[in-house]
């Protein structure tokens, strides 16, 4: 009968798979093609890095999911190495990672100012954001980086701006701000 009393704690497992699943997929193709890489390989890395990371004990600070920080680094290795290079670049990476792990090497991470990751990952959200602002429009967006806020301003004046695009971005905006209210209200 001992198996039976934690079929609640299973079910709530399985949901709470299921929903990392439908959010982690995306995204893993997102940051591949965001990183410059085929959409196919972050389905692979999803999924292999999923498996992998099942197997190994777990951790509060164990990061199991695709990063979206990492597409600036991930991008720029493509660029500069090639797309050939880049599993073996995954593959140092992890190995170092084990290495320091298994060294307890973790702790002296915490060396790195709070202040430094903040503004690394405000910097990378700027850039995806200013890449985003361009599909709300439904505009093309430029290569660069100065080239996505050099143009702005031009969408901000609306020359380029797509009428359904916008109406479809602002709903969605919409909805993700008054979505928390309406529950809240709800109850």
């Known amino acids: 009968m001992r198996g039976f009393s934690s079929l609640p704690i299973h079910r709530a497992d399985l949901t709470a798979s299921l929903v990392v699943f439908l ?22 890395t999803g999924i292999v890095g999923g498996l992998l ?8 600070l164990q990061v199991s999911g695709p990063a979206a920080g990492l597409t600036v680094l991930v991008f720029e290795a493509v660029q500069r190495y090639g797309i050939g290079a880049l599993g073996v670049l995954v593959l140092g990476a992890g190995v170092v990672q084990m290495v320091l792990g298994v060294l307890r090497l973790g702790r ?30 439904g505009a093309e967006a430029p290569g ?13 004046s609306g020359a380029g701006v797509s009428g359904p695009a916008l109406a479809v971005g602002a709903g969605t905006v919409a909805v993700l701000v008054l979505w928390p209210r309406w529950r809240r209200a709800a109850r």
Do not use: N
């Open 108 to 137: 002296w991470f915490r060396a790195v100012s709070v202040a430094v990751v903040q503004g690394m990952l405000a910097g990378i959200g700027l850039v995806l954001m200013a890449g985003q602002v361009y599909v709300l429009a």
């Open 23 to 44: 959010v982690a997929l995306p995204l893993c193709v997102g940051v591949a093609v965001a990183s410059g890489v085929p959409a196919e390989l972050g389905l692979i």
């Open 144 to 156: 660069s980086m100065a080239g996505k806020l050099s143009g702005l301003p031009g969408l901000v």
């Open 53 to 60: 990371v099942g197997l190994l004990p777990g951790s509060s």
